[in-house]
């Protein structure tokens, strides 16, 4: 069993910042990627950002310059420090590794979720 948890969503005020967190547990032998993505209400899931376990990362044009993505191997985790939020960036935002578990299957796994509301 693989679990990913999310922690770090809340409500934020415009040009605000937040940071959240992922840590994930489990029966896991590698990660590959981590990433964040995210869902605002009436819209598909989108990518937010990634990072590979090299540390190459890839951004949304929509978050560029205002969040940054990393993640400490040792630990499993993954966190996005997001500044200068803006209305548009409210969403549940979920993360996601790409691994393979210790009996050798290779998945995708996410995270249950945490709430980002940008509002005055």
């Known amino acids: 069993q693989v679990q990913l948890v999310e922690s770090g969503g809340g409500l934020v005020q415009p040009g605000g910042s937040l940071r959240l967190s992922c840590a994930a547990s489990?029966?896991?032998?590698?990660?590959?990627?981590m990433g964040w993505y995210r869902q605002a209400p009436g819209k598909q899931r989108e990518l937010v950002a990634t990072i590979a376990s090299g540390g190459r990362t890839d951004y949304s044009d929509s978050v560029k310059g205002r969040f940054t993505i990393s993640r400490d191997n040792a630990k499993n985790t993954v966190s996005l420090q997001m500044n200068s939020l803006k209305p548009e960036d409210t969403a549940v935002y979920y993360c996601?590794?790409?691994?393979?578990?210790?009996?050798?299957?290779?998945?995708?796994?996410w995270g249950q979720g945490t709430q980002v509301t940008v509002s005055s």
């Open positions: 489990g029966s896991i032998f590698t990660i590959y990627a």
């Open positions: 996601n590794a790409d691994l393979w578990t210790k009996t050798l299957v290779k998945g995708d796994y």
